[in-house]
């Protein structure tokens, strides 16, 4: 696939992954530790394929337990990709006419962006930057559509029963625990929600007995 032509044509600032010629990125979010969250990839099929069967394997057999990307307006971004099991693997093929020939696109994701571990009481929300040149209403990165969203992953992951009027107080007191936070990516950013602390509950508690949590929406 010509990287050049596909920026050209669709507009995409494409990175290189080394370790398989012929990929392409256009969009990575890696945690604190650089393991992969999400990760959206284009190239000919059996690169793809090539790439999917050596993430499947260990390094002794030739896989792939990280991967890098390169681009030019980008510093050199490392991704760990451990244990291939716990990542969603969807694919995708461009009409058959297209100027590329034979291209796939395939995303790769932590399935706790999709599926909260309730167990341990952990998820990830994925969301875009604010466009500048979309109203905020409509955009998918906007700050209320990104609270909003991420206030319902927090509720779905915590086990406490939590009110909706408390959100705001609740994020901010679960921010400033550590539990949530904020994951900066390309073309995508995170955030990661961690309630597994035996502390939830004494915090929940504590707004509650200081009267910043009531039962009872203000009017």
Known sequence: MNEKA???I????????????????DAVVTDTHEALVFLSLWGRDTAIQELLARLSVSEREGGLEQLSLTGPEYQKVRIRTGNA????????RMPK???????????LYDRLVTEPDRVNRKAILLHRVSS????????????????????QRVRQTCHLPLLDHWR????????????????????L??????????DVE??????????????????
């Open 132 to 151: 500048l040149s979309q109203p905020l209403s409509h955009s998918m990165g906007s700050d209320e559509d990104k609270a909003s969203r991420l206030w």
């Open 85 to 92: 099991d716990r990542y969603v693997k969807i694919s995708g």
């Open 189 to 198: 950013n995170g955030i990661t929600i961690d309630l597994g602390s035996d």
């Open 10 to 25: 669709t507009g995409m600032a494409l990175m290189s992954l080394p370790e398989v010629p012929g990929i392409f990125a």
């Open 97 to 107: 006419d297209n100027l590329f020939g034979a291209v796939t696109q395939l995303w």
């Open 6 to 8: 596909f920026l050209d």
């Open 202 to 219: 004494r915090v929940v508690g504590s707004l509650i007995l200081d009267g910043r949590l009531s039962l009872l929406q203000a009017a």
């Open 168 to 187: 705001d107080t609740v994020l901010d007191a679960f921010r400033k625990e550590g539990w949530i936070q904020d994951l900066s990516g390309i073309g």
